[in-house]
């Protein structure tokens, strides 16, 4: 079944004249490419405040978005389930708004599977820098199996998602503990030869 069967689909806002300023009392949270971190959950606070102009705010996500990078060497899919301020996604983004029988989950694994992606990649056009547009996003063939093997699928993807950001997460945390007794190391009194 082509994805248009399923669900629209429709570009980030492109701002030509000027881009959001970030500012403390922005109107929404940006959302950017270098925030699509396969494994690594999105901090809200993380992301920047920015203002735009009111004819924008339609562009926000809604609960239950796919949005995937449209262009570059990766497209990775992610799924919004709702933040406590407006995302506005800022740039290269497709957002996808899933339609009814089709667990958002499932599409997002779906989407970001090896064999879907070489799909995707196999439909950007560019020299340099590769994009995907709408239409080849559009007309992916995709497979939908009955709503309860999706959700099967969609609860085992959101538990392995959840399990890879906790061991990026202590990743992290080592990293950082070993730095600091290193540094507590190399400045404990005494040692220097």
């Known amino acids: 079944m082509k994805l248009s069967r399923l669900a629209t689909i429709r570009s980030a806002p492109v701002f030509r004249d000027k881009a959001p300023q970030e500012s403390l009392q922005g109107n929404v ?26 004819r924008f705010l339609d562009h926000c996500l809604a609960p239950g978005d796919i949005i995937i990078v449209s262009r570059g060497d990766q497209n990775p899919v992610w799924l919004f389930e709702g933040a406590p301020e407006p995302v506005c996604p800022v740039g290269q983004f497709h957002i996808i708004h899933s339609v009814e029988n089709v667990d958002p989950r499932y599409l997002t694994w779906y989407l970001n599977r090896p064999a879907t992606q070489a799909k995707i990649k196999a439909r950007a056009t560019g020299t340099a820098i590769q994009a995907i547009n709408k239409n080849e996003l559009l007309s992916l063939e995709l497979e939908i199996p009955p709503v309860m093997t999706q959700r099967r699928i969609a609860e085992l993807y959101v538990t392995t998602q959840q399990a890879v950001a906790a061991r990026l997460r202590l990743n992290t945390l080592d990293e950082k503990e070993a730095a600091r007794l290193s540094e507590l190391w190399l400045h404990a009194e005494g040692d220097h030869a």
């Open 29 to 54: 949270r940006a959302l950017t490419i270098r925030h699509m971190v396969r494994g690594k959950s999105i901090d809200w606070a993380e992301l920047r405040k920015v203002e735009v102009e009111p």
